[in-house]
C-alpha cells in the first residue's frame, strides 16, 4: 500500500487509540487522518477523501451509527468498525446500514491490516469474466465453476450466493442482506435457507469443507468471503 | 265419657299439669301458656261439674290453674336457659374449631401474598363481612388484599392511633377495625364491614375476634422474621461472594497488569531473545485479561437478567470451527477432536451464546488437564434434545465439588493458581438462556464430561431451486 492510494480517516474519541493505530497504519505506509467526533469526521470524509474509514461505534454524541447512515446518503468510502464486547446488535445495525466489515476491541494489528486488505481488494471490480480463488474458476457470464479444472455442479441459487459472495469479496455480509437478496424481505428471518447452501458451497469448493478458508461464517451476524486471489 | 269415669275431676287436672310440664320442656314459652291455658279451659269444660260445659271455679280448680301457668312458665324458662346454654357450648365449640382451622391455613401459608389471601378468605367467612388487610411498610399502611372497602389508608391509621390495643375490635360506623400488633409494633390492620349493628357483636365474638387477629398477626410476624432471616443469609452469601470476587479478581487482575509493567520497563534494554520472551509474556497477560473482563461482563450479564439470547439457525460445524479458530494459540499442548456427525441437523440457538459456552468449556479443559491430553467434542441429537459433549480425559472434577459445579465463584481444590470460578456458571447461564442446560458426568475412565443441549427444533424445507 502506498500513501497516494492509502488515506486512511480514524474516527475515535479516545486518543490513545487513534495513536497507536496510526503507528500501526503508517507502518505500512497508509496516511494517516485522525477525527475524535463524527460531525469532524464527516467533514474530513469531504475534504480529505480518504479511500478508508475507521470508526468506533460508540462516540460521544452523534454515535457511530448516525456516521453511517449519514455517509451512505452520498459515499461508499469503505467502513471498518471498532466495537466492543456486547454490542452484537449495534454491529449488526452498522453493517445492514452499510459499514463494511468490524473489528471487536481489543483486536490484533495483524487482524486489522488484514481486514483492510480485504477491503481495498473489493473496490478494484472484478474486470475479467473469469474470477479465480484457490484452485476455483468462476465463468461469470456462463455461469460455470469448476475445480482444479473439473467441472462442478451449482444449482441456480447456490450459483447466485457465489456471484453475491464475489461481488461483496472482502466485506462482512448479514444474514439479513443475503437472504432478501436472493429470497426476498419475506425470508430474512430463514436463516437455515443461507445454512444449508453454504454449507453445499463448503462442500463443492473448498478444500476442507470443516475448516474453511473462503467462506466464513461470523456467528450470529453473517459471513465474509475471503478469497486467497492475487488481485 | 266423663260419667264413665270413676274419678273425681281433681286427680284428672294433675295429668293435664303433667302434660303442661312436658310440652314446656321441648317447646318455647308462648306454646306452652297457650298449652297451659288450653289445657285449663277443657279441664273445666269436661271434668268440672257441671261436665260439658263451663263451670264456675272454685278456689281448687283456681289453685290448679294457676300452676298450670307458673309450671309452664317455669318449665319454658329452664329448656330456654339450657338450650341457650347448650348453642353458647356450640358456638364456643365453633369458634374454637374455626380458630385452630384459620391456625392450620395460616401455618401452610408461607408467603406474605398467600397469609394475606388467606387471611381475607377466612375472615370474610367467618364473620360473614367484607374484610380488608391494611399491612404497615416501615413508613405507613398499605392496602393489601380483600375488599375495596370504602375506606383509605389514611382512616384506618387515624383509627390505629386512635385505639391502639392490640386485636380488641374498634367498632366505627359499619366497620370493625383490628389492630394487629403482636410484638409492640403494629403489622397493620384488619377492616371489617360488618352488616349487624356493632352493638350485636357479644362478648363471646369479640373474644373471637381477637383471637383471629392474635392468629393473622402471629402468622404476619412469622413471616416478618422468616424474610428476615432469609435476607441475612442472602447478605451473608452475598457478602462472600462479594469478598471472593474482589480476593480473586483484584488477584486476576492485578497479576496480568504487573507482568505487562514489568515487560514494558525491561523491554527498552533486552536482546533480541529476551525481548521475544518478554514479547510472548505480554500476550499471554493480555489474553488472561481480555478473557477476564469478557467472563466478568456475560457473568453481570447474566445475573441481572439482561442476557437475552437471539434465536437463529446455527450449523454447530461452524460453531466447533471458531472456537477451534480462538483456541488454536493455545493449543500445542493439547488435541481437540469435534465429531458432528455428515447429515447434523442445523439447531435453534443463539450461535453466539452456543459458541462461548463451548469456548468456555474447551478452554477449561485445557487448563486443568495436563499436557497431551485431549479434548472431544461430539454432537448429538437424543430425543426432544439436541446438543454437545465436551469430554476430556484428564483427572475429572472432585466429588463434592462436581455437586455445585455451576454456581459461580466455586473453583475445584486442584483448580490450581489462576482464574476466579466464572467459567462454568457462565456455561450454564448461557445454556438456560436458550433453553437449554448444562449437566456434568464423570467419564467411566476419568476425566469430565460436559453436556451441553437445547431442545430440538423441525425446520420448515427449502424453496425449490433448479440445477
Known amino acids: 500500500m502506498n500513501r497516494d492510494s492509502h488515506k486512511v480517516l480514524i474516527i475515535d474519541d479516545e486518543h490513545q487509540i487513534r495513536r497507536l493505530l496510526r503507528m500501526t497504519l503508517e507502518d505500512v505506509d497508509c496516511c494517516v487522518i485522525e477525527a475524535s467526533d463524527g460531525e469532524t469526521g464527516l467533514s474530513q470524509i469531504v475534504v480529505e477523501q480518504p479511500n478508508l474509514v475507521i470508526l468506533d461505534l460508540g462516540l460521544p454524541g452523534m454515535s457511530g451509527l448516525d456516521v453511517i447512515n449519514d455517509l451512505r446518503r452520498w459515499s461508499d468510502t469503505p467502513v471498518l468498525i471498532l466495537s466492543i464486547f456486547a454490542e452484537e446488535k449495534n454491529k449488526i445495525e452498522a453493517l445492514d446500514a452499510g459499514a463494511d466489515d468490524y473489528l471487536t476491541k481489543p483486536f490484533g494489528t495483524g487482524e486489522l491490516l488484514a481486514r483492510m486488505r480485504a477491503l481495498q481488494r473489493r473496490i478494484k471490480a472484478v474486470s475479467t469474466n473469469l474470477y479465480h480463488f484457490g484452485s476455483v474458476e468462476v465463468d461469470l457470464p456462463n455461469r460455470r465453476v469448476s475445480k482444479n479444472k473439473v467441472l462442478v455442479k451449482l444449482t441456480a441459487t447456490e450459483f447466485s450466493l457465489l456471484e453475491i459472495f464475489i461481488a461483496h469479496r472482502g466485506k462482512m455480509l448479514t444474514h439479513r442482506f443475503i437472504l432478501t437478496t436472493l429470497w426476498g424481505a419475506r425470508a430474512v428471518m430463514k436463516t437455515h435457507y443461507l445454512r444449508t447452501y453454504v454449507l453445499r458451497l463448503r462442500r463443492k469448493l473448498e478444500e476442507n469443507p470443516e475448516t474453511p478458508k473462503f467462506f466464513l461464517t461470523e456467528s450470529g451476524i453473517g459471513y465474509r468471503f475471503i478469497p486467497e486471489d492475487a488481485s | 265419657m266423663g260419667q264413665a269415669l270413676p274419678l273425681d275431676y281433681r286427680p284428672l287436672g294433675h295429668l293435664y299439669l303433667l302434660a303442661v310440664i312436658v310440652i314446656s320442656l321441648r317447646t318455647p314459652l308462648r306454646y306452652a301458656i297457650s298449652t297451659a291455658l ?226 514494558a520497563e525491561k523491554l527498552p534494554n533486552s536482546d533480541a ?57 493455545f493449543l500445542s499442548q493439547h488435541t481437540l477432536i469435534a465429531e458432528i456427525p455428515e447429515n447434523f441437523p442445523f439447531v435453534f440457538a443463539d450461535c453466539h451464546l452456543l459458541q462461548e459456552a463451548i469456548y468456555n468449556l474447551v478452554n477449561n479443559a485445557m487448563r486443568h488437564t495436563p499436557p497431551g491430553s485431549r479434548v472431544r467434542l461430539k454432537a448429538w441429537e437424543s430425543g426432544e434434545r439436541v446438543g454437545i459433549t465436551v469430554e476430556d480425559n484428564g483427572p475429572g472434577l472432585e466429588a463434592d465439588y462436581a455437586r455445585d459445579v455451576f454456581l459461580p465463584f466455586r473453583r475445584g481444590k486442584a483448580a490450581g493458581a489462576g482464574g476466579v470460578g466464572l467459567g462454568l456458571s457462565i456455561v450454564h447461564g448461557l445454556m438456560l438462556s436458550q433453553r437449554g442446560g448444562a449437566e456434568y458426568t464423570h467419564a467411566p475412565g476419568g476425566g469430565a464430561i460436559f453436556k451441553l443441549w437445547i431442545p430440538r427444533k423441525p425446520f420448515e424445507p427449502l424453496p425449490p431451486d433448479e440445477s
Open chain 2, 38 to 263: 288450653l289445657s285449663a279451659i277443657a279441664w273445666d269444660y269436661i271434668f268440672i261439674p257441671p261436665k260439658m260445659s263451663f263451670a264456675v271455679v272454685d278456689l281448687d280448680g283456681s289453685l290448679l290453674l294457676g300452676t298450670y301457668l307458673f309450671s309452664a312458665v317455669l318449665g319454658s324458662q329452664l329448656t330456654a336457659r339450657i338450650q341457650e346454654e347448650r348453642h353458647s357450648q356450640e358456638n364456643r365449640e365453633q369458634q374454637a374449631r374455626s380458630l385452630l382451622d384459620l391456625a392450620e391455613a395460616l401455618s401452610q401459608a408461607h408467603a406474605l401474598e398467600d397469609i394475606v389471601k388467606t387471611t381475607v378468605k377466612k375472615t370474610d367467612d367467618l364473620f360473614s363481612a367484607r374484610s380488608a388487610l391494611f399491612l404497615s411498610d416501615g413508613k405507613g399502611l398499605r392496602w393489601q388484599a380483600g375488599s375495596s372497602l370504602d375506606i383509605d389508608e389514611k382512616t384506618s391509621v387515624a383509627v390505629l392511633r386512635e385505639h391502639p390495643f392490640a386485636f380488641a375490635p374498634y367498632f366505627r360506623e359499619q366497620y370493625a377495625y383490628v389492630n394487629l400488633n403482636s410484638s409492640g409494633e403494629s403489622a397493620g390492620v384488619l377492616v371489617l364491614m360488618i352488616r349487624k349493628p356493632p352493638s350485636s357483636f357479644r362478648t363471646i365474638d369479640q373474644a373471637f375476634m381477637q383471637g383471629v387477629a392474635a392468629q393473622i398477626a402471629l402468622a404476619l410476624e412469622r413471616e416478618r422474621v422468616q424474610r428476615q432471616t432469609h435476607r441475612e443469609a442472602l447478605f451473608a452469601e452475598s457478602e462472600k461472594m462479594h469478598r471472593v470476587l474482589l480476593n480473586s479478581v483484584s488477584h486476576e487482575l492485578k497479576t496480568p497488569l504487573a507482568v505487562l509493567r514489568t515487560a
Open chain 2, 273 to 329: 531473545a529476551r525481548s521475544d520472551v518478554l514479547h510472548r509474556e505480554i500476550r499471554v497477560a493480555m489474553t488472561r485479561l481480555d478473557g477476564l473482563v469478557a467472563n466478568l461482563l456475560t457473568q453481570s450479564r447474566i445475573q441481572s437478567g439482561r442476557l437475552e439470547a437471539e434465536f437463529d439457525w446455527c450449523d454447530l460445524r461452524d460453531v466447533v470451527f471458531a472456537v477451534r479458530r480462538s483456541v488454536e494459540p
